[in-house]
């Protein structure tokens, strides 16, 4: 059983690309707003077909709610929290991160197929948890 639990490990992380969420920085909720990055949330291009989004979670919205770039991208995310426990999903892909009080959510996605990807908070946060909502829009060049 260890040797098939290993094996849906290697499997998972490099067959399908799944990678755990690193801690890189932490950022008290009530500095967000004076933090690089966080103070202007969105999405910069670093170069051609690379880019980087700042995303702040609070109940009830994220910011920005709706970014849109080139198919073939590489997205690296960073999320913080200004208050509670948020999440962020984004549909028909593998992201799926917690975003938790004083720490920045960091991880890289590649959108190899243009298309609109909704993003979902999915940790209950308050009476409209469910609008916390927004989306990637994936175009063709
Ligand atoms: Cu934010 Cu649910």
Redesign the pocket.
Known sequence: MLVVFAGAVVIAVFGLGIQLPGVVEQVAPGEVDSTPGFDNPGLRMIYPGRYEVYIV?Q??QFTPNEITVPVGSEVTFFLASKD?I??FKIVDTNVNVMVIPGQISEFTHTFRKPGVYPFV??????AA?HT?AGIVNVVEE
């Open positions: 979670a109940t009830w509670v948020h999440g908070c999915h940790e209950y946060c308050g948890h916390m």
